[in-house]
């Protein structure tokens, strides 16, 4: 039985009959977790019109939520029964009985229509344990309310790692005490960088950071949606801001300003100073984030500054270091050393491989998958993570008709497709912690913008990080996310639309699918006449068309049913669609061209 659910649970049994959720209900709930999950489900049930009160015992209740030790649940599954009895959800762990939750509200219709639901018997666990998204703010900063919302988001499809990256070469973006310098200075640069060609430099100065305070909300606000945080600072690379703010610690010793342009990196100078004011961060960092996992970057640490440095050369004598990666690697192994010292486990970016590193740090594997094939060879946790398919910042469709992005082609499709245990032996695929997407926001200014640049591929996401890679099925995703579309388009998410898709027969057809990147086909013909059929994922949206060449808009024709077209030979025609919403929104066009052969 499939049941219009992303991500897709792993086992469900079909009940005969319904159940329709009375006006007024009893939510069961009596430990810490159970009572958490419940006020989510009365703040949920009170948006379909269903008052609801929280009582401590089952007798009567008609959602029943309950934690008992069954193994078979294991640390995030759920079981979920809905009959004529009412609706109980059960788990482990109050991230089961989370997730349980988010479940059952997608099998609420979504447009509202009914709170009348299938009876039903699923029993759900997760693929990987590490369901990971990343948001950088330090490029452009996103406040508390916009992370919130990307929290909410991300926990309702049923992730559960956010990876905050607080600071880079553009700003530095979280209060630290012992060095106020870092926000007070570190935390402006001088304008941004805009465009792509020539790269321009404007506006005035672009400031912002979190207070601690803010910090421990955006926690406690993601550990009652069973998500954990794990901070970045980068280092020793990409810490131009930091230098900035403290110019001890770059080898020169010199003043430099934040950056405002996006290539260029300073690194940090291994000496002891800088590695104590490093440690020192961290410590402080540590007491506002709780989560076992502390990211330390590692990326694209340009040696050429090391190599003019008489430090580094001294160095590398005194611990018989013959490349610049090993000092690389004795920066990172210090940094690891404190890291595990307070209870905590380093996560480092593929490039710490490189010059050795520990067998307990973790590996992000963003330079394609090799980075994480090796660390599971070697012994090491890794998490995939590569630019391509899971970089969020790469275009979803045709660059001319996408807002700006870094570049490169991610659809959702190529996100759906990804296997993450891909080339992993068998015996090594426990490694594998599980999955991220990286949403990098040098081009993403606004949060309307990060949204889109996130939906829908983060619900593709969803499903390769908890369906295990067996059990997916591009058609049946396509097919559910129909409800997702309006249920993003209800809770005012900013995501981009689908585009319409054709379907072309008549006599003998030949397709090219190479016509402007993803979002046009070419098709050759013998026939006379051929039939284009239109079609569109979104239940709401309306398709529009044109036959002359142009791009339609909201009041070109709009399609009713499959358009009928007479061809010479030799004839040539283009017909291009594109979805609107109730709103006014209007997908990217979709282009056929259909040419019979003389």
């Avoid at 954990?228 to 900035?244: K, L, N, Q, Y």
């Amino acid at each position: 039985m499939i049941l219009p659910i992303v991500p897709q649970p792993a086992h469900v049994s079909a009940l005969s009959g319904s159940y329709a959720v009375p006006k007024s209900i009893s939510i069961a709930a009596s430990t810490p977790d159970e009572r958490n999950v419940a006020d989510f489900a009365v703040a949920f049930l009170r948006e379909r019109g269903i008052s609801a009160v929280i009582v401590p015992n089952a007798n009567g209740a008609q959602l029943r939520f309950s934690t008992a030790n069954d193994a078979s649940l294991g640390a995030e599954g759920y079981s979920l029964r809905v009959d004529g009895s009412g609706i109980a959800i059960a788990a482990k762990t109050g991230a089961g009985l989370y997730y349980g939750l988010q479940t059952l509200e997608q099998l609420f219709a979504q447009d509202g229509s009914s709170n009348t639901i299938s009876d039903v018997q699923i029993q759900d666990a997760p693929a990987f344990k590490w369901r990971g998204i990343m948001l950088d703010v330090s490029r452009h900063f996103f406040d508390v309310p916009t992370v919130e919302r990307f929290l909410d988001l991300a926990s309702h499809y049923k992730l559960n790692i956010f990876h905050w990256h607080l600071s880079d070469d553009q700003g530095w973006r979280v209060e630290i005490k012992r060095y106020p310098r870092l926000t007070t200075f570190g935390s402006c640069r001088n304008g941004s960088e805009v465009g792509k060609n020539p790269r321009d430099v404007e506006g005035g100065p672009y400031c912002g950071h979190y207070t601690q305070d803010q910090i421990r909300e955006v926690v406690a606000y993601a550990a009652k949606r069973y998500v954990t945080i794990v901070p970045e600072i980068d280092m020793p690379g990409h810490s131009t801001a930091a230098i900035a703010s403290y110019p001890f610690l770059g080898c020169s010793g010199k003043q430099i300003p934040v950056s405002t342009t996006w290539g260029g990196s300073y690194p940090i100078c291994p000496t002891d100073r800088a590695i104590e004011f490093e440690e020192n961060v961290l410590d402080e960092l540590m007491q506002i984030f709780p989560g076992p996992y502390i990211h330390t970057g590692g990326d694209e640490v340009p040696f050429s500054q090391w190599k003019a440095s008489a430090f580094v050369t001294d160095l590398m004598k005194r611990e018989h270091l013959t490349t610049y990666p090993q000092v690389q690697s004795y920066f990172e192994n210090r940094i690891e050393k404190f890291v595990e010292s307070k209870g905590r486990r380093m996560v480092g970016w593929d490039e710490i491989l490189t010059g050795g590193i520990s067998r307990s740090a973790v590996i992000m594997s963003w330079r394609g998958t090799e980075g994480g094939i090796k660390a599971a060879s070697l012994g090491n946790d890794a998490v995939m993570t590569p630019d391509g398919p899971l970089y969020f910042d790469a275009y979803q469709g045709d660059p001319e008709q996408e807002p700006l992005a870094i570049g490169g082609l991610s659809t959702m499709q190529m996100v759906y497709n990804y296997d993450p245990l891909a080339k992993i032996p068998a015996d090594q695929q426990s490694h594998i912690l599980g999955v991220q997407a990286n949403i990098w926001a040098e081009w993403i200014p606004t949060a309307e913008h990060m949204f889109y640049m996130a939906l829908p591929r983060e619900l593709a996401l969803s499903e390769i990080a908890w369906t295990p890679q067996n059990a997916k099925d591009w058609t049946s995703f396509e097919a559910r996310m129909g409800p997702q579309y309006l249920w993003l388009q209800q809770q005012r998410y900013n995501f981009r639309l689908p585009n319409p898709a054709f379907a072309v027969t008549g006599g003998t057809l030949r397709f090219d699918n190479v016509v402007r990147g993803v979002q046009a086909i070419s098709a050759h013909t013998d026939a006379s006449s051929v039939t284009v059929a239109i079609s569109d994922p979104m239940p709401n949206a309306a398709l529009v068309y044109t036959t002359d060449g142009t791009d339609p808009t909201g009041g070109s024709t709009h399609y009713a049913h499959p358009l009928q077209l007479a061809l010479a030979p030799g004839q040539r025609v283009e017909v291009t669609a594109a979805a609107v919403l109730p709103d006014g929104r209007t997908s990217s066009t979709t282009k056929v061209i259909i040419e019979r052969s003389r």
